[in-house]
């Protein structure tokens, strides 16, 4: 029921995210992934936005999805054929129920009227890049892709931090001939800045 919902960023009764935390949410600077054609981030990945997407992707809060596919949708290029997402492990799809980026693609598509399609696929087993070794972390996950010959595709994905995964993804879809990658997520990481860490 909506009167029982309560806003993932600071917990008041009501919409998710509500108005208070909207305005308080701050537009990413910006950000580039290796071998994209351009990317997209929407928010910095600091505070308020830090809980709404933990929320999001640990929370159950599936209906933030939506919030945020649609608005990553503002920032699809016309010219763009193919919608798809940097796939999720298996286990955390299992644990969570579902796969974060495919629903942020999923409502990205409703509001485009794009396809969306499941191109990349984990070529690998590994566990979630929290439970790795910082240097598995800095190789990214392996993707492999459906062959796209000829289309402009964008790959929708959470967070940019590294930017590894999105490269990789962006690496896979090249080599299986995309025309052209363009990356839009949520939010990236701000680098760390001489203001932030004194
Ligand atoms: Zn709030």
């Given amino acids: 029921m909506w009167n029982d919902r309560r806003c993932a960023g600071c917990g008041t009764r ?4 509500c108005h208070g935390c909207v305005v308080t949410l701050l537009a990413a600077g910006p ?4 071998g994209a054609r351009k990317t997209e981030a929407l928010l910095d990945y600091v505070g308020v936005t830090r809980d709404l997407i933990h929320s999001f992707k640990y929370g159950g809060a599936r209906d933030l999805g939506r919030w945020f596919g649609e608005a990553m949708a503002r ?6 054929d193919m919608i ?10 299992r644990e969570r129920g579902y796969d974060q980026a495919q629903l942020l693609a999923r409502a990205g598509g409703r509001l485009t009227q794009l396809p969306v399609r499941r191109l990349l696929r984990r070529s690998d087993a590994d566990p979630p890049q ?5 240097t598995e972390r800095l190789r990214g996950p392996r993707l492999v892709s459906s062959a796209v010959e000829g289309l402009r595709v964008v790959v929708i994905d959470d967070v940019v931090t590294t930017g590894t995964s999105a490269a990789n993804a962006v690496t896979a879809l090249l080599h299986r001939g995309a025309l052209s990658v363009d ?3 949520i939010a990236r990481t701000p680098p760390p800045s001489r203001s932030r860490s004194r």
């Fill in 14 to 17: 009501g919409w998710s995210p």
């Fill in 31 to 34: 950000v580039d992934v290796e």
């Fill in 75 to 80: 920032r699809v290029s016309s010219d763009v």
């Fill in 84 to 93: 798809t997402w940097v796939p999720t492990t298996a286990r955390r799809r």
């Fill in 130 to 134: 929290t439970g790795r070794s910082a």
């Fill in 183 to 185: 990356v839009v997520v």
